[in-house]
């Protein structure tokens, strides 16, 4: 592996990574010394979540899937893409009882989704 690609495989989610623990760690300081409640901390720390899924919905696809057929694989990139904005902006505005079943919902129903094609994609071309 090449330094570009170790870069762009594993510098980018750590810094999401990162960051999110970074805002958690800031968001419950925050909330010990009574700038924050309890509830705010959640929906920032998995509103982040949903948008590390959404920023990363392009990159899992062309991962699983041959060079070849990576165009065919943003389709499935779209979806996690998707489900990651549903899933941190159902927990920034919906109440927090509905946010368990629906953002995580979404992004079940997009894992599956997702994986599906590509693995459908993948017999697809070994077929070829």
């Keep these: 592996m ?5 870069k762009k495989e594993v510098i980018a989610p750590l810094a999401w990574g ?3 623990v970074v805002v958690a760690l800031g968001s419950t300081l925050a909330r010990k010394l009574c700038y924050l409640d309890g509830d705010t901390v959640t ?3 998995i509103g982040l979540t949903g948008l ?3 920023a990363n919905g392009n990159r899992l696809p062309k991962v ?3 060079n070849a057929y990576a165009q065919r694989a943003k389709r499935g990139g779209w979806a996690m893409f998707l489900s990651g904005l549903v899933y941190a902006g159902v927990f920034a505005f919906a109440p927090i009882h509905t946010t368990v079943a629906v953002g995580c919902g979404a992004v079940a129903a997009e894992m599956v989704v997702t994986l599906g094609y590509c693995l459908w994609l993948s ?6």
Excluded at 2 to 6: K, Q, R, S
Excluded at 123 to 128: E, S
């Design 52 to 54: 590390m899924i959404a």
């Design 43 to 45: 929906r920032l720390v």
């Design 123 to 128: 017999v697809r071309v070994k077929a070829v």
């Design 64 to 66: 699983v899937v041959p």
């Design 2 to 6: 090449n330094d570009d690609a170790w």
């Design 18 to 20: 990162g960051g999110i």
